[in-house]
């Protein structure tokens, strides 16, 4: 497994651009597939992007296709969520995961972080 670490979460108006970042230990880190997920108050955690372990492959939720875009780094062991035109529904708490598989996939991730809060304003 992998540490996660989330940051880059706060508070911003409707219409505004946050960039989450996800620093991951572990020399293996470039054989994970890497993911984010939010959760909302009274709510499930779901699905938000993933990106494949060499970055080639990409999904994301309906919900934030062109607005949100993942990418990773392997060499720093990173992975970013870059999200725009951010919406009073967008509000959770973000988290990072990853799964040792070099498929995209939805569920079934084996590490977490600890979450960062996204508050979006109206």
């Known amino acids: 497994q992998v540490q996660l670490v989330e940051s880059g979460g706060g508070l911003v108006q409707a219409g505004g651009s946050l960039r989450l970042s996800c620093a991951a230990s572990?020399?293996?880190?470039?054989?994970?597939?890497m993911g984010w997920f939010r959760q909302a108050p009274g709510k499930e955690r779901e699905f938000v992007a993933a990106?494949?372990?060499?970055?080639?492959?990409?999904l994301y939720a309906d919900s934030v296709k062109g607005r949100f875009a993942i990418s990773r780094d392997n060499g720093k062991n990173t992975v970013t969520l870059q999200m725009n035109s951010l919406k009073p529904e967008d509000t959770a708490v973000y988290y990072c995961?990853?799964?040792?598989?070099?498929?995209?996939?939805?569920?079934?991730?084996?590490?977490w972080g600890q979450g960062t809060q996204v508050t979006v304003s109206s």
């Open positions: 990106i494949s372990w060499i970055g080639g492959s990409t």
């Open positions: 572990g020399r293996t880190f470039s054989t994970y597939t």
């Open positions: 995961a990853a799964k040792r598989t070099p498929v995209v996939v939805t569920t079934a991730y084996d590490s």
